[in-house]
């Protein structure tokens, strides 16, 4: 292609972001009275409307440009076209409208993992196990649907019906329901019970509207059963809104320890929050669990407690997103997400990790770099900028420029890896296994009320992991039981896992497997130790 050729295809696109950025101007920098330049690029856009010699959308034009637009101001200001803006906003809302189930594609097929407590779903009958053949009289049986296309099959505006045609074991028939679509609970809390007795862990999956009050309640709850120590998973928590982790920090800090400060080029966004004194749980030792995906509001939770010697941080250095967006809708029910300010935690560092304009996709790709360069497995493989130390209340050096580094580093546990534990799973086999095997058992499983109780349920270890070989050999992977007894554990306490899940909830799920999850074993040691002690007296250099 020459020059010339690439010049008139590039044109619109370059007309159009000219045209996105003046209006921007226009409205943010040019006062009245002024020159207006956004008279300038609609001239432009009208000329391309009118002139351009192929026929084109300018509407299509500005939307698609206006991502690559936001894409060269940083890594995380954003545009949601107004299509996606309501999935996206239920996801931290805390609640959607739905038919209340949770499910999963194993092989073309919609499985039902669990019918929520009171939602329309338990209501009509709908049972755990159930396969969904079709929503409303279409086949969707075989048709390789994404998560996603059935996320938007299932939702709908509350009070709307839907139809399913249910495929169930103990019917030969296809079941036929109509459901009207309810409020529907997002749950942020993954996990909450007694890892240890006096010891609670509580996993946090993201940060919504209701994460504090969801987290309050199942800390109030441990507490009523002796629980003074607590666990608080954020490994995988990309972060959301900030409030609810300045409300935990909150519960755990004596008043007036510094939570976060944020600092903007507009006076708006620039605050400092401090603790009132009004937390619960002022006197319990606490565990903060982190790893590479741990982010924004997960680092301003982790760096609160950790400038001001409250807890104890531990895991791998976390993202690094020190960035605080604003979601702004337009007229058209899309809107676009602009960071507006930085958060910089009580010691005063900021923990964003370096960026350049336009280059989001080098930014995207450093955790990939931390795995080359052996940081997921070695502390000492941490880059650590020496310029950015910054002290905490009792005098410890915490470093800024590049997320959270944990107090007590655990390496990235690939113990029990092998080519065959890689094959089944990229073939998704154990939670295949898993729900045939909890399907054929659903009704003596169905008795029990904890992940304690269907694990005794279970055939011994040997047994289990001999049944799975037999059954992955079946779907053409071969048992090579080199490689298979070096994976042993882990294919096992997986198994038992995803059965603890299909057969009650996501929480059984977590009890099970953080049986053997070294992050969680690291905590419990640490706490056995005395390291996450409650500072006989916070804000004092000791």
Same mark, same amino acid.
């Given at each position: 292609?020459?020059?010339?050729?690439?010049?008139?295809?590039?044109? /619109?696109?370059?007309?159009?972001?000219?045209?996105?950025?003046?209006?921007?101007?226009?409205?943010?920098?040019?006062?009245?009275?002024?020159?207006?330049?956004?008279?300038?690029?609609? =001239?432009?856009?009208?000329?391309?409307?009118?002139?351009?010699?192929?026929?084109?959308? +300018?509407?299509?034009?500005?939307?698609?440009?206006?991502?690559?637009?936001?894409?060269? &101001?940083?890594?995380?200001?954003?545009?949601? /076209?107004?299509?996606?803006? =309501?999935?996206?906003?239920?996801?931290?809302?805390?609640?959607?409208?739905?038919?209340?189930?949770?499910?999963?594609?194993?092989?073309?097929?919609?499985?039902?993992?669990?019918?929520?407590?009171?939602?329309?779903?338990?209501?009509?009958?709908?049972?755990?196990?159930?396969?969904?053949?079709?929503?409303?009289?279409?086949?969707?049986?075989?048709?390789? $649907?994404?998560?996603?296309?059935? %996320? %938007?099959?299932?939702?709908?505006? %509350?009070?709307?019906?839907?139809?399913?045609?249910?495929?169930?074991?103990?019917?030969?028939?296809?079941?036929?329901?109509?459901?009207?679509?309810?409020?529907?609970?997002?749950?942020?809390?993954?996990?909450?019970?007694?890892?240890?007795?006096?010891?609670?862990?509580?996993?946090?999956?993201?940060?919504?509207?209701?994460?504090?009050?969801?987290?309050?309640?199942?800390?109030?709850?441990?507490?009523?059963?002796?629980?003074?120590?607590?666990?608080?998973?954020?490994?995988?928590?990309?972060?959301?809104?900030?409030?609810?982790?300045?409300?935990?920090?909150?519960?755990?800090?004596?008043?007036?320890?510094?939570?976060?400060?944020?600092?903007?080029?507009?006076?708006?966004?620039?605050?400092?929050?401090?603790?009132?004194?009004?937390?619960?749980?002022?006197?319990?030792?606490?565990?903060?669990?982190?790893?590479?995906?741990?982010?924004?509001?997960?680092?301003?939770?982790?760096?609160?407690?950790?400038?001001?010697?409250?807890?104890?941080?531990?895991?791998?250095?976390?993202?690094?997103?020190?960035?605080?967006?604003?979601?702004?809708?337009?007229?058209?029910?899309?809107?676009?997400?602009?960071?507006?300010?930085?958060?910089?935690?009580?010691?005063?560092?900021?923990?964003? %990790?370096?960026?350049?304009?336009?280059?989001?996709?080098?930014?995207?790709?450093?955790?990939?770099?931390?795995?080359? @360069?052996?940081?997921?497995?070695?502390?000492?493989?941490?880059?650590?900028?020496?310029?950015?130390?910054?002290?905490?209340?009792?005098?410890?050096?915490?470093?800024?420029?590049?997320?959270?580094?944990?107090?007590?580093?655990?390496?990235?546990? +690939?113990?029990?890896?092998?080519?065959?534990?890689? @094959?089944?799973?990229?073939?998704?086999?154990? =939670?295949?296994?898993?729900? +045939?095997?909890?399907?054929?058992?659903?009704?003596?499983?169905?008795?029990?009320?904890?992940?304690?109780?269907?694990?005794?349920?279970?055939?011994?270890?040997?047994?289990?992991?001999?049944?799975?070989?037999?059954?992955?050999?079946? =779907?053409?992977?071969?048992?090579? $039981?080199?490689?298979? @007894?070096? *994976?042993?554990?882990?294919?096992? @306490?997986? &198994?038992?896992?995803?059965?603890?899940?299909?057969?009650?909830?996501? *929480?059984?799920?977590?009890?099970?497997?953080?049986?053997?999850?070294?992050?969680?074993?690291?905590?419990?040691?640490?706490?056995?130790?005395?390291?996450?002690?409650?500072?006989?007296?916070?804000?004092?250099?000791?």
């Amino acid at each position: 292609m020459n020059k010339s050729s690439r010049l008139i295809i590039f044109v /619109p696109v370059i007309i159009a972001v000219a045209f996105i950025a003046g209006m921007l101007c226009d409205r943010y920098i040019f006062r009245p009275g002024s020159e207006r330049p956004a008279d300038k690029f609609e =001239q432009i856009l009208q000329m391309i409307d009118t002139y351009y010699v192929d026929k084109l959308d +300018t509407d299509s034009l500005v939307e698609m440009t206006i991502p690559h637009l936001l894409a060269t &101001l940083d890594p995380h200001s954003a545009y949601i /076209p107004a299509s996606d803006l =309501q999935s996206v906003n239920e996801e931290l809302d805390g609640s959607f409208s739905g038919i209340g189930i949770t499910f999963n594609m194993i092989g073309d097929t919609i499985n039902v993992l669990e019918v929520l407590s009171g939602g329309p779903a338990q209501k009509v009958g709908l049972l755990a196990g159930d396969r969904i053949v079709t929503i409303n009289d279409s086949v969707v049986a075989g048709r390789n $649907w994404t998560d996603e296309k059935v %996320k %938007k099959s299932l939702r709908g505006a %509350k009070g709307t019906t839907v139809k399913l045609g249910i495929k169930r074991n103990s019917s030969a028939e296809l079941l036929p329901f109509e459901l009207t679509r309810g409020d529907i609970p997002v749950s942020s809390i993954d996990a909450a019970y007694e890892v240890e007795p006096g010891t609670g862990l509580i996993k946090i999956n993201k940060f919504g509207r209701n994460t504090f009050g969801e987290f309050l309640n199942e800390a109030v709850a441990l507490k009523a059963k002796g629980v003074n120590r607590f666990i608080i998973d954020l490994r995988s928590n990309g972060g959301g809104y900030m409030e609810p982790a300045v409300l935990i920090a909150n519960e755990f800090l004596p008043a007036g320890a510094l939570i976060v400060s944020t600092k903007g080029r507009v006076e708006g966004p620039n605050s400092a929050t401090y603790a009132d004194g009004t937390g619960a749980l002022q006197d319990a030792e606490v565990v903060i669990l982190i790893d590479e995906y741990s982010a924004s509001a997960s680092e301003i939770l982790a760096g609160a407690l950790q400038d001001n010697d409250r807890g104890l941080i531990i895991g791998r250095r976390s993202f690094g997103k020190g960035l605080v967006q604003h979601q702004m809708e337009l007229p058209d029910s899309s809107a676009i997400r602009l960071t507006v300010a930085r958060y910089y935690t009580p010691s005063g560092r900021c923990i964003q %990790k370096t960026y350049r304009l336009g280059e989001a996709l080098q930014y995207e790709t450093e955790l990939a770099s931390r795995y080359t @360069n052996g940081e997921l497995y070695s502390p000492d493989s941490i880059k650590i900028d020496k310029n950015l130390a910054f002290q905490t209340l009792t005098g410890r050096t915490v470093y800024g420029g590049g997320g959270i580094i944990p107090d007590v580093f655990v390496p990235n546990d +690939t113990t029990g890896f092998s080519t065959y534990y890689i @094959n089944v799973v990229n073939a998704g086999l154990l =939670q295949k296994y898993a729900f +045939t095997y909890t399907d054929l058992n659903r009704a003596e499983l169905s008795k029990c009320k904890t992940a304690a109780e269907v694990l005794a349920k279970l055939p011994p270890a040997d047994t289990l992991l001999q049944s799975f070989v037999d059954y992955a050999a079946s =779907q053409g992977i071969p048992a090579r $039981w080199i490689y298979i @007894n070096i *994976s042993r554990n882990l294919i096992v @306490n997986q &198994l038992q896992a995803l059965i603890c899940r299909d057969a009650l909830d996501q *929480s059984a799920y977590y009890q099970a497997i953080n049986r053997i999850d070294t992050g969680v074993k690291a905590a419990v040691d640490a706490i056995k130790k005395g390291e996450a002690k409650v500072p006989v007296k916070i804000g004092a250099k000791q």
